[in-house]
């Protein structure tokens, strides 16, 4: 079929188009001119800038189809798709981010909900975990100053619960009978003639500071020196109350000096170690109060206090070692449970904050939907602080009692996005 046939068949159409385009152009030029004209006169008034911009942007005109066409001039048609252009009101404010309308029906099905900004007070929680440990201050270890033989060995086993006082074993020590002997050999003694307490006595100093390294009792010390009567064994008494988690000796082993012989742990306080990340550090102090859960005892909690906060950051993981004490009286809590810790590190108050699941989070920034009533909704940039109890506080960007979106503001948040790129293409 030959071309002039369908130029002619479409005359009427086609040539309209061509026509309406060559006006869409000289009006858009003719705007341009007049816009620029017009602004040179009033900046020449010394009219502000603000107020110059805003009598231009009080009312724009969009297409429906094609959100990115947008005029300044009523009666004007999409060049796209040939459909009326409508009314849009434009705020001024709204620099970066455009104000998004939705309907009613847009709103529900989006399952937009909404809260206030409130002011009020929140918690400097910290919620961490932590492993039990044992309570470092009440666990001794029992050694000894002198070789010999173990004779009477009063706790064979291992698990034992002993007293304070509680004698352990005894130790037969050729070294000890030695020195023994020399120290009341000492007491008979005295060059000045005068006849002194035993404690006083110069000529014994020697053998009685060998014996307390041997750290044999002063009071034995005593008795030797006014008894004089040598001892054949070297009584050892348990230090403290509690239970032996370690047993390395045998009746009639012989031991060496500064051998670990037994170990006695306390289990009526522990110690709870927990890592704190390095944001909520300086929430930290000691003496702060916290609550121990663990997962063997459901529904048990135990109170602990800081005690130790390490002076050094884990390079790896940034966080920082807390140490807890823990009273255990019914002896629940054992070493090596794995616990979740809360530290209560007191209230902030007169603090802007909003729900957490109202924030959000980019690479770049941190922001809320805003709304504005009427089916209208603003992206805002906001600063945040502490987060706490599903709670964030917000250093800037909202004011107590405003209205923000709290479930649906990914979309608006989507829509805003999406207008203010077209919205900077279009300014080009």
Not at 50 to 73: F, Q, S, W
Not at 91 to 104: C, K, M, Q, R
Not at 267 to 287: D, I, K, M, P
Not at 339 to 352: C, D, L, Q, T
């Amino acid at each position: 079929m030959p071309v002039s046939y369908i130029i002619a068949s479409n005359r009427g159409g086609y040539i309209k188009r061509i026509v309406y385009q060559i006006l869409v152009f000289i009006v858009m030029v003719l705007a341009f001119t007049a816009c620029s004209n017009g602004a040179e006169d009033k900046m020449a008034k010394n009219e502000a800038a603000v107020e110059h911009a805003g009598k231009h942007l009080d009312t724009r005109y969009v297409c429906p189809m094609h959100p990115h066409i947008i005029k300044n001039k009523a009666g004007e048609s999409c060049p796209i798709c040939g459909m009326d252009l409508v009314e849009k009101e434009n705020d001024i404010t709204a620099e970066t981010y455009p104000v998004v309308e939705l309907t009613s029906d847009i709103v529900q099905k989006l399952g937009v909900r909404t809260t206030r900004v409130e002011k009020g007070q929140l918690w400097k929680l910290i919620k961490t975990v932590g492993y039990v440990g044992f309570n470092e201050d009440r666990l001794k270890t029992i050694t000894t100053k002198t070789a010999g033989w173990i004779e009477n060995l009063a706790v064979r086993v291992k698990g034992l619960y002993v007293r304070k006082g509680q004698l352990l074993f005894e130790l037969y020590s050729p070294e000890f009978l030695r020195v023994q002997k020399e120290f009341i050999a000492a007491q008979k003694i005295d060059e000045s003639g005068i006849r002194r307490h035993y404690s006083s006595r110069s000529e014994s100093i020697p053998s009685r500071d060998h014996l307390r390294y041997m750290e044999i009792p002063q009071s034995m010390i005593n008795e030797m020196a006014r008894k004089g009567k040598v001892r054949h064994r070297i009584p050892y008494y348990a230090p403290m109350q509690g239970t032996v988690i370690k047993h390395n000796i045998n009746k009639n082993q012989y031991i060496s000096e500064g051998y670990d012989l037994l170990t006695i742990a306390d289990f009526s306080t522990l110690w709870v170690e927990a890592n704190v990340y390095e944001h909520q550090l300086s929430w930290l102090r000691l003496g702060l109060n916290a609550d121990i859960e663990v997962k063997a005892l459901p529904g048990k909690k135990y109170k602990g206090e800081v005690n130790f906060i390490n002076p050094v950051l884990d390079a790896k993981t940034r966080s920082l070692k807390v140490r807890l004490r823990v009273p255990n009286p019914d002896g629940g809590l054992k070493p090596n449970m794995f616990a979740h810790v809360k530290i209560y590190g007191g209230p902030k108050n007169e603090v802007i904050k909003i729900p957490r699941e109202a924030l959000i989070v980019t690479g770049e920034r941190e922001s809320v939907i805003l709304d504005l009533g009427d089916g209208k909704y603003q992206h805002v940039d906001v600063v945040t602080g502490m987060y706490s109890t599903g709670m964030v506080e917000i250093l800037s960007g909202l004011e107590n009692g405003e209205k923000i979106v709290t479930s649906g503001q990914f979309m608006i948040d989507s829509e805003a996005s999406l207008q203010a790129s077209f919205s900077r293409l279009n300014s080009k």
